[in-house]
Structure formats: C-alpha cells, structure tokens
Nanobody, 115 residues
Framework: QVQLVESGGGLVQAGGSLRLSCAAS????????MGWYRQAPGKQRELVAR???????NYGDSVKGRFTISRDNAKNTVYLQMSSLKPEDTAVYYC?????????WGQGTQVTVSS
C-alpha cells in the first residue's frame, strides 16, 4: 500500500551536517505519524525522532538539540536535518510511517561520520 524511499545519506566529517529525506507513495489517506530510526552494526534499532500528524515531536536523548525532524504533508515527505554530527551517529537510518493500523518501513540509507 505504502512505499517509503529514503535519500540523502552519505559520508560526512564529524561536526558536519546532512539532511535525510523520506518520500511516501502509494495509497495514502492519512499518515498518523512518521519517524526516523537508526541501527548500527551489532546494536538494536533505536528511535531518532518522530513527528505526529498534529506536529508533535519526540527525539532520542542522544540527538536532542542536534537533529530536527520536519514534515511536508503536501509532498508526503519527512525530513531529518542532522547537525554537529558525531562518529557515534554512524548507522543505517530507516524511515517509518504509521498509517493506522499498519506500519511501514523504508529500505534504509547509510550515514557514515568520520572522525
């Protein structure tokens, strides 16, 4: 029903910035919430940021103050602006969308932060 395609990942130096995009397509009536998760090798997937249809946001403690999530409902796209990047941010970043009662995941985009 819904496909999520992430883009914008790549290699960046510590202290740099990067913006990720996630475009949703398919049968979309109303996306209740969208979020970004990340998974590093040997670690569990963890919440980075999420935003509800009403605009409320939540951030993981490790990225609070450095990352900003935003959403363009007209374009069915969610963004993650990442600043002051650290090597610890290196991971595959996945976009998630909740179209109640279903959950959809993107394919992931690699973010590598060099020291």
């Amino acid at each position: 029903q819904v496909q999520l395609v992430e883009s914008g990942g790549g290699l960046v130096q510590a202290g740099g910035s990067l913006r990720l995009s996630c475009a949703a397509s398919g049968s979309i009536f109303s996306i209740n919430a969208m979020g970004w998760y990340r998974q590093a090798p040997g670690k569990q997937r963890e919440l980075v940021a999420r935003i509800t249809s009403g605009g409320s946001t939540n951030y993981g403690d490790s990225v609070k103050g450095r990352f900003t999530i935003s959403r363009d409902n007209a374009k069915n796209t969610v963004y993650l602006q990442m600043s002051s990047l650290k090597p610890e941010d290196t991971a595959v970043y996945y976009c998630k969308a909740i179209v109640s009662p279903w959950t959809y995941w993107g394919q992931g985009t690699q973010v590598t932060v060099s020291s």
